[in-house]
């Protein structure tokens, strides 16, 4: 099974505990206002890899990744979700350590067939990074485009499969930085019973080159 990526870092500190093998996975959902990534929004695109080069890559540098593992984060990697339950089953079947970076954007919790394909997914799942961009149903559909609705369906699926999660909030001033909002996501979060850290995460500006290479307007200017 092969699935489409943007890129990889082989020494990723900050996509989730020790030190990671990263892939960045093509194709996302959301247009979110500050996305650093927008190269990797599109679908079927990128580079094809197999699970096996993924592993094979990984076991390269073996060594430095003794208190790590393999992240995938994007874009949004569940769109590809049977290539990362495929990729993941054949990482714990060699003592990898997996964790997922997501929005949680393309989980719908009505399709019972989707759900089970989660469910199979977090068979051999370690850690989710979970990115609530916005509590405020309204808010958060300005800042990506979308609802927030499947994002908060899943943080409470992750709730009773009883998943290890990391939140992260990106703080964005004047879009995500109200008091009001801020309150009432720490009174989500405080509801929930699996959750191992929070990360609060500068807004940054690293990413605009790339808006001004694909000829997309960057919203945030200035």
């Not at 592993?55 to 590809?80: C, D, H, R, W």
């Not at 009505?110 to 961009?133: A, G, P, R």
Request: aromatic share 10%; charged share 25%.
């Amino acid at each position: 099974m092969k699935g489409y990526i943007h890129s990889t870092e082989s020494f990723g500190t900050v996509d989730g505990p020790g030190i990671r093998y990263v892939l960045f996975m093509q194709g996302c959902p959301f247009r979110c206002l500050y996305c650093h990534n927008p190269d990797t929004w599109q679908t079927n695109t990128g580079t094809a890899i197999s699970v096996d080069e993924v592993i094979k890559n990984f076991n390269k540098n073996k060594a430095f990744y003794s208190n790590g593992g393999i992240t995938v984060s994007g874009g949004e990697p569940l769109m590809q979700i049977d290539f990362v339950t495929e990729l993941f089953r054949k990482a714990k079947s060699e003592g990898i350590h997996t964790c997922i970076d997501t929005s949680g954007a393309t989980f719908n919790p009505e399709n019972s067939e989707e759900v089970k394909n989660f469910d199979k997914l977090l068979e051999y799942t370690d850690l989710v990074m979970l990115d609530i961009k916005q509590i405020s149903p309204d808010k958060h559909k300005s800042l990506t485009g979308k609802s927030n609705e499947k994002v908060l369906a899943f943080a409470k699926y992750l709730d009773t499969k009883n998943v290890p999660v990391w939140i992260r909030h990106v703080i964005v001033p004047g879009f995500t930085d109200n008091e009001d909002d801020l309150f009432e996501l720490g009174k989500f979060i405080g509801k929930l019973h699996n959750i191992k850290a929070l990360d609060v995460i500068p807004y940054h500006t690293l990413g605009v080159h790339k808006y001004k290479d694909l000829g997309i307007p960057y919203r945030l200017e200035n």
